[in-house]
């Protein structure tokens, strides 16, 4: 009876810290984890500091947005499967909230020419957003030459039409195979490796055959929930890297692939995103519901964010061994700077789209140097450039 008692009680002090959280984590991945450190391990001491490396490091491994997989792996540890729901949800929930509601604005009153002048700011300060995560992310990334031309192959080949999904894998075999592994190593590796390549990509390309079809029999406003579910089930299974490369995936599946979404839509979809708390990937809630409503917003929601629960319930138990190897460690490596050269490609077709003039030309070059050089947060960023753009557009 002591147990139950017990095992109530962390289950509610999980959901109470992890919803605070979920409020308050602005800033990022990197944000985020600092602020869990300081609740689990400095005044709570659930786990040390060792363990909470360990589990930075797991991570970084497998697909998923870090901060909510971070937050998942503390549930488990602390409260068993109960604890893993119940931690995720607790800290998705405030920012799915959020901008569910902001979405219903936008839908309602986004072409309304007193919101225009909000949204012209926002879009180059959303590139500046993005430009100033390459920069930091890069700098760990970069670890070598090798690294480096990868990144910049991955680039070109997105900018040039690659699939995502291919160029974060193809990347990932590039980097063991130029890593070093001994030539056994590299074989036994390959054998597993590359057929799971060839499947993920025929899965891949059957759901966006089936979505084409989808897309050329009905509008946008009839597009049924369970084909987004499909779309964002695929991304949250394949996500490397920071959220940002989320981005990456909506601009070469939804607006170039099946025209879901407007170049427009995209650029506004990561500027709430930006405006709101927790992880980034919530943008998917604001997507859905653009697209097919709430409906969609929730499937889109639960596709994206199930694939991270399923890998911290699986993956758990074995974190020591996959941190440990030199095999995945390389994987990730080469999967990283994959990752930046999509969000560099995915600069470019933004920039494009949004600097259309000086004015939005001046909002960029200042809100680069106050994420750069100021490392100013991302929503103070972009709440900036919707008051310069709001000044630049009515005064």
Not at 32 to 58: N, P, Q, Y
Not at 59 to 80: A, C, D, F, K, Q
């Amino acid at each position: 009876m002591a147990n139950t008692h017990q095992h109530k009680n962390i289950i509610t002090e999980l959901i109470f810290l992890f919803l605070k959280l979920g409020t308050i984590a602005f800033g990022g991945p990197a944000a985020h984890i600092s602020m869990i450190e300081e609740e689990v391990v400095h005044r709570r001491k659930w786990i040390t500091r060792e363990h909470f490396l360990d589990l930075v490091g797991a991570t970084n491994l497998i697909p998923g947005p870090n901060s909510t997989e971070m937050v998942i792996h503390i549930g488990y540890i602390r409260g068993g499967l109960t604890g893993l729901i119940v931690s995720g949800l607790s800290f998705i929930t405030p920012a799915v909230i959020i901008t569910g509601i902001l979405a219903w604005v936008y839908v309602s009153f986004g072409s309304v020419p007193q919101v225009a002048p909000f949204l012209f700011g926002i879009k180059p300060a959303v590139v500046a957003v993005i430009l100033a995560a390459i920069i930091r992310l890069g700098k760990t990334a970069a670890k070598n030459l090798q690294l480096i031309i990868l990144g910049i192959a991955v680039c070109s080949a997105s900018l040039l039409g690659a699939n995502e999904v291919l160029a974060l894998l193809s990347g990932g075999i590039a980097g063991i195979i130029l890593s070093g592994i001994n030539r056994s190593e590299r074989k036994k590796v390959s054998g597993w490796l590359i057929p799971l390549i060839g499947q993920l990509w025929s899965i891949c390309k059957s759901t966006d055959a089936n979505a084409a079809i989808a897309v050329s029999t009905a509008g946008v406003g009839s597009i049924f929930p369970w084909k987004l579910g499909l779309f964002f089930l695929k991304v949250g299974t394949v996500l490397y890297g920071s959220g940002y490369v989320l981005v990456a995936f909506l601009e070469g599946g939804l607006v170039k692939d099946y025209g879901w979404l407007t170049q427009q839509q995209l650029i506004d979809a990561i500027a709430i995103g930006q405006f709101t708390p927790g992880p980034v990937l919530s943008t998917a809630t604001f997507v859905g519901y653009v697209v097919s409503g709430v409906s969609g917003a929730v499937i889109s929601t639960v596709a994206i964010f199930l694939p991270s629960f399923i890998f911290v319930l699986i993956l758990n138990p074995v974190i020591p061994r996959l941190r440990a190897s030199k095999i995945m460690s390389s994987f990730l490596d080469a999967v990283n700077i994959s990752a930046i050269g999509l969000m560099a490609a995915v600069v470019i077709q933004l920039a494009n789209a949004a600097l259309i003039d000086w004015k939005a030309v001046l909002i960029v070059v200042i809100a680069s140097v106050a994420g750069i050089r100021f490392k100013l947060n991302a929503a103070w960023i972009v709440m900036g450039g919707a008051l310069g753009g709001w000044l630049l557009k009515t005064l």
